[in-house]
DNA sequence: CGTGCCCGGATTGTCAACCATTTTAGGATT
DNA sequence: AATCCTAAAATGGTTGACAATCCGGGCACG
């Protein structure tokens, strides 16, 4: 009963989401970040189609948190969905990252960390230094994707604190296209040279001085862009 | 039966989605766009809830929709929705519309506008006429909000023709609060102005110089930035 | 042999009724 | 006056059923 697929036979295997019991918490939340990370780890291809029953079934819930996932999912442009015809999995040109997404992340990134560095408590400071221990621990013993879920907790903790709504907002539907990007191709730098970028930044922000820490952010956030060979892969669209 | 109201007594009026029967397709996609022109033309105050029930018996639809729907005005910034306390209206500040929308604006306009040159067909460029047209009507018999739906469609087309998937999702989620912002406080040039701009960059358009549009395009996105003078108006945000 | 039409299965969109979970606002108690 | 408690309000999720739409394949026709 092979789930019907647009472009390959990529069987991907999806834990339920309703088990355990443990972790509490609105289910269609716990949809999303399944299906994200799925996506962003490359166990969905471009182009396939993804079945509201055939998710709802796999992952243990109702219609309701699947659909409302799919929505979100769409905003954060790992999916896109038309009517009538469910939702399909995006890719992300390599022209759309570098001329468009990484752009974007530089200006936001730029104004709330300025923001941040006026508000910023200790409290926010030792957070952060936490998640850079994470990212240490992680890259010691070559876990990726904790190292990268330490990265994305240390800037959303500093854009948190910027308290800048729109902002906030807006980065956390355009970092996840870049992630799927980077772990598509080849990845950006090493992982001691992530922890490292972090660990400067950090001590940058304790300074509240943006002329030191802009150049870092900046560096931070360009220096990541691997030399193209990508393909895209951006199914079907009409006119309006 | 007054709804309930978080700010002030504004009693809103929303005509039913589902009646007349003549304008098919989606339910959830009406609602949207029942109550995103709402929001953008002030008729709910920042700060003022939403809730669930009442719009669905209001708009004549089950919740549903009404909740796919305000998902959708999360993600362009009209709303902001936390768990088990629902939606609430969403102001801008004027630092972030200055220092993040417009260069995030800018950024995917010139993108999109530069691809647009090579790709943009002769329908394109009629359609385009139209709506400039149309524009120069609304303007002449001083409808606001006419007048802003072409200029809305003129940049919906090139940024279609485009093709740049993401850059395109971006725009929609971005404009939205744009115009909301313009509309809350006095807003831009002059309706003649507009209707000029646009004027102008369907003919650098035709051209399909870069050199021509770019100049044309960066100064309209900019010029539209009244002085400051306004407040934001932002509610309730907790750490993470 | 190709072309176009029609049909039925698959999938999304909507509805309705219901219960669980959580927040919130009063009210009672101390 | 402050605190705790309770009940109403609202959201989150479930189920089951339809309606609307898309898509692929078979069939008749040229």
Redesign the pocket.
Known sequence: MA??RAVETSQTELAPV?DGGLK??????QVVETLRTAIIAGRFEPGE??????LSTEL??????V??ALRQLENEGLVM?L?????VVLGVSDEEVQHVLIPIRLTVERYSFAKALETMTEDDFAEIAKQVWLMEQAAKSGDLTKAVEADLQFHDIVMTASGQTHTLQIWRSIWPRIRAYFFRYGRSASLEEMVEDHRLLLAALQTRDPKQVMPLLERHITVATPPPGAKKLDPGKKRR
């Open positions: 789930v019907t309703a509490a918490g609105r289910r269609g939340q189609r993804l079945i509201e029953s055939a243990g819930t109702s219609r309701g948190p659909r409302e969905s009517p009538y015809r469910g939702a």
